[in-house]
């Protein structure tokens, strides 16, 4: 079975600085997508990055950025130059490939500090 | 393009009646609609999979009876809580794939609707 695995509750982060949201993840499956989604208090999900299993480079959006280590089963996004809209919670999620159903990760909830 | 749209945005209703939540892709053809249930402080659970014109695929220890799912065009799903109780009220999320399930097809979100039954 497939699963995502988000262990940091919730992270603080100075502003203007980086941060790392982990996410590891367990499938058999050698095809696979894994997604970063932001959601604000109001409740929206927003897609910000996308990493493919077959994927030579690690994905980049802006100041999103994927850190993939596919042996670790890893996919940690890094946020640089954190900005007070910042401040959500962040959901990492695997694809199925056959349903494209998305199975979701506990959520990390960060807090860009002033 | 890709966007998503839900109605009501928040919805109150009294126990024992029944709710609908639509959910609209505005600007593309939605083959395939997914329904999520969230609460407070916590992660999105996958109720159902509905694809246009067929039966909605129900997730383990969801009541298809309680959650009726309609996909009845390729532009609109509805959900539909029957008999709500207060511990239905919660986060209604659903999104929208202009494919088929395959792995190469993202989702797009709808803004959600808030449920509280009272």
């Known amino acids: 079975a497939q699963k995502i695995t988000q262990t940091q509750p919730g992270m603080f982060v100075q502003e203007k600085e980086a941060v790392t949201l982990d996410c590891t993840y367990d499938?058999?499956?050698?095809?696979?997508?894994l997604f970063w989604y932001k959601q604000p208090s109001s409740g929206e999900m927003i897609f910000l990055i996308y990493?493919?299993?077959?994927?030579?480079q690690n994905a980049t959006e802006g100041r999103y950025s994927l850190n993939f280590q596919k042996a670790r089963k890893s996919a940690n996004l890094v946020i640089s130059a954190s900005q007070l809209g910042d401040s959500a919670m962040y959901f990492c999620?695997?694809?199925?490939?056959?349903?494209?159903?998305?199975?979701f990760g506990q959520g990390t909830t960060l807090q860009v500090k002033p | 393009g890709a966007v998503v749209s839900q109605h009501p945005s928040r919805v109150i209703c009294k126990s024992g009646t029944s709710v609908k939540i639509e959910c609209r892709s505005l600007?593309?053809?939605?083959?395939?609609m997914f329904w999520y249930r969230q609460f407070p402080k916590q992660s999105l659970m996958l109720m159902a999979t509905?694809?246009?014109?067929?039966?909605?695929?129900?997730e383990q220890g969801v009541e298809k009876d309680k959650f009726l799912i309609n996909h009845a065009s390729l532009t609109l799903s509805t959900l539909t809580v029957t008999s709500a109780h207060p511990e239905d009220s919660s986060f209604y999320i659903c999104?929208?794939?202009?494919?088929?399930?395959?792995?190469?097809?993202?989702?797009?979100f709808g803004p959600g609707t808030r449920l509280t039954v009272t």
């Open positions: 999104s929208a794939s202009k494919g088929y399930p395959r792995s190469d097809y993202e989702q797009y």
């Open positions: 499938t058999s499956d050698p095809s696979y997508g």
């Open positions: 990493q493919g299993s077959y994927d030579q």
């Open positions: 999620a695997m694809r199925d490939r056959n349903t494209g159903k998305l199975i």
């Open positions: 600007d593309f053809q939605a083959t395939t």
């Open positions: 509905s694809n246009e014109g067929s039966k909605a695929t129900y």
